[in-house]
T-cell receptor
């Protein structure tokens, strides 16, 4: 138990579906992140939120829409996805980055399969 | 953009042996971190070394950092079967969140 909970753990969706991934952290952190992990690729940073404000968007396609209603919750809304979007989506949290980025605490991930 | 590059991509050793993984990066950094990931699970932080540090220890882990060569190494001593996992380096370069490499897959057989 890392203090970061992701739901659902597994999701199968068609290309025309709309679904959401949820992340909740119980660590009192101020920064939250979405990373994508595809087979044989490095983890790709998608979005960063600090104090609920988006501070980084790593050129992510608009079919991925993040939402951060407060410092403890982060969502990733999915719509009109492609099969190549199938991956493990990892949420992480950390203390306020400030001058540099310290330790990230990761959830167990949401395994997404797009048919 | 990818920053860290681990080497080797895969490593197989026997229990009790030492495992060494290397990470190279391209730009100046604030710190470098190592993470571990068991198959299909989330990443777990192992150790952080700052750019002004050269070596750090944590239990059976030893990390070195050579900023002149833009490289780091992770040494796991007296490996156990439970050390079987993927290991990633991640770099903190100014202005962006952690960038991860592709990882080294370590297999420790008993």
């Amino acid at each position: 138990e890392t203090g970061v909970t992701q739901t659902p753990r597994h999701l199968v969706m068609g290309m025309t579906n709309k679904k959401s991934l949820k992340c909740e952290q119980h660590l009192g952190h101020n920064a939250m992140y979405w990373y994508k992990q595809s087979a044989k690729k490095p983890l790709e940073l998608m979005f960063v939120y600090n104090f609920k404000e988006q501070t980084e968007n790593n050129s992510v396609p608009s079919r991925f829409s993040p939402e951060c209603p407060n410092s403890s919750h982060l969502f990733l809304h999915l719509h009109t996805l492609q099969p190549e979007d199938s991956a493990l989506y990892l949420c992480a949290s950390s203390q306020d980055p400030g001058q540099d980025y310290g330790e990230l605490f990761f959830g167990e991930g949401s395994r997404l399969t797009v048919l | 953009s990818q920053q860290g590059e681990e080497d080797p991509q895969a490593l197989s050793i026997q229990e009790g042996e030492n495992a060494t993984m290397n990470c190279s990066y391209k730009t100046s950094i604030n710190n470098l971190q190592w993470y571990r990931q068991n198959s299909g699970r989330g990443l777990v932080h192992l150790i952080l070394i700052r750019s002004n540090e050269r070596e750090k220890h944590s239990g059976r882990l030893r990390v070195t950092l050579d900023t002149s060569k833009k490289s780091s190494s992770l040494l796991i001593t007296a490996s156990r079967a439970a050390d079987t996992a993927s290991y990633f380096c991640a770099t903190d370069q100014a202005g962006t969140a952690l960038i991860f490499g592709k990882g080294t897959t370590l297999s420790v057989s008993s």
